[in-house]
């Protein structure tokens, strides 16, 4: 029988420092709620305090930080019910705009609650109420305070769709003791992918499988049908193009290849969809300043025959313009920040491309590239290339969108069969008391 691993020092002074950190922690909260990245009417979750009482009876705790984490947690929430019909869903996460998600699609078994801090006294508070018969860490948030007190807590934990990236490998390439330490609290791991399952394998001192990403399980994004139609009246038979999930950079780049495309098209519109809806004025200052005629869905200003970029500065809907258009370069992939989900326009008639910045979803990209439906582009002149002969030549457009989206739906079921399979194989039966 394998000795249980001894905490590294490293981990004894973090907690140690985080307990006396309180005043700290909650300074921090404050500064966060000026800024808009808290809720105010449920601030106290942060803190460990609950918003509602404890469900009688099995209750699975399963956390995601943010948007995308959460995302991925619908269709594992869903199938668990439906296997686990008598129990109930905790699922935490740590942004408003995931919270606001959340409460929009769980299913009625399951409820949102904002994440506690990692400071040890808020992670005591909360795990004393809702007392989880099983928790489940969505993706890669290893927070010291909650693994541990969650291990001390919780008969059985699992990492699902585990991810490490390259920068997070480095830092706890560093620390090795700790990050072994605290990976030994989960009784199972599922890497998202293979360069993931590596990373995990090196750091954990054990072998890591996966059964691919979760997040090729999610339903597709959801649609106001009213807007999506008010939309494709505006957009007529114009030509357009997307550029989902930008991050600064790559609005320039969007740009760009407006312009260089204009002439050849007339007509075109362009639909930028920032990652970060609050930076949409800046985009659209970015764009008038090359004499475009701009539009900001945020400030419901029409799409009319005169907007050449449309800015898609909203929250959650991001599925009517994946649908309006059918042409999507998903942002993150230029800029470094390891590209963003490309399955969500995949599932909906999207042809893909996408800088060379993927390590977020790597076998997800090849995948996608392998079957035809995804095409990699490293610059503006690259992708001014790809978009004109999509524009230009339907059939290979047409072939690209059927290539991806059959890329996408023949996963989706086997990873889910498979992750639940693991979950549920080794989940015990018993019932944390009241």
């Not at 490998?169 to 791991?189: E, G, M, R, T, V």
């Not at 008010?230 to 969007?254: F, K, M, N, Q, V």
């Not at 610059?379 to 969108?401: C, G, K, Y």
């Not at 059959?406 to 019932?431: F, G, H, K, Q």
């Amino acid at each position: 029988m394998t000795e249980p691993l001894k905490k590294p020092m490293g981990l004894k002074i973090y907690r140690a420092a985080s307990r006396a950190a309180e005043p700290v922690a909650n300074f921090a909260l404050n500064r966060r709620l000026k800024a808009g990245k808290e809720d105010e009417t449920r601030i106290d979750e942060r803190r460990g305090v609950a918003g509602r009482p404890r469900p009688d009876g099995r209750l699975i705790w399963i956390h995601g930080a943010s948007v995308g984490e959460s995302l991925s947690v619908l269709p594992l929430v869903k199938r668990l019910s439906v296997n686990r019909p008598d129990t109930f869903f905790l699922v935490t996460t740590g942004t408003v705009t995931s919270a606001k998600l959340m409460s929009e699609r769980l299913p009625e078994n399951a409820f949102h609650q904002y994440a506690p801090l990692d400071h040890p006294e808020f992670v005591r508070i909360f795990l004393e109420h809702w007392r989880p018969d099983a928790a489940l860490f969505v993706e890669s948030e290893f927070w010291p305070n909650l693994i541990i007190a969650a291990r001390d807590a919780t008969p059985y934990m699992a990492l699902i769709n585990g991810r490490v990236s390259p920068k997070s490998y480095a830092d706890w390439k560093s620390q090795p003791n700790a990050i072994k330490y605290l990976l030994s609290s989960f009784d199972l791991i599922l890497a998202q992918d293979h360069q993931n399952a590596e990373r995990l394998t090196a750091l954990a001192d054990k072998q890591i499988n996966t059964f691919g990403n979760l997040k090729h399980a999610s339903a597709p994004l959801p649609v106001d049908e009213n807007e999506l139609t008010r939309l494709r009246e505006a957009l007529s038979e114009r030509p357009s193009w997307l550029a989902a999930s930008t991050h600064p950079g790559e609005e320039d780049i969007a740009i760009a290849v407006h312009k260089s495309l204009a002439a050849e098209f007339p007509g075109l519109v362009t639909f930028i969809a920032p990652r970060h809806p609050d930076r949409g004025a800046d985009i659209a200052e970015a764009a008038a300043a090359q004499g475009l005629r701009v539009a900001r869905r945020s400030e419901t200003q029409a799409l009319t025959g005169e907007t050449d970029i449309y800015i898609a500065d909203t929250l959650g809907e991001l599925g009517i313009f994946y649908r309006l258009t059918d042409i999507a370069f998903i942002g993150g992939s230029i800029n470094p920040k390891g590209g963003h989900n490309p399955l969500e326009p995949a599932r909906l008639g999207g042809a893909v491309l996408h800088g060379p910045q993927t390590f977020n979803f790597a076998d997800t990209y090849r995948d996608l590239r392998k079957a035809g439906g995804a095409a990699l582009v490293r610059n503006d002149q690259e992708l001014s290339h790809a978009v004109r002969r999509l524009l230009n030549d339907q059939r290979t457009r047409r072939a690209m969108v059927d290539a991806a989206r059959n890329a996408a739906e023949t996963n989706a079921e086997r990873v889910l069969n498979d992750i639940c399979d693991a979950i549920t194989s080794r989940m015990p039966e018993t019932t944390v008391p009241s």
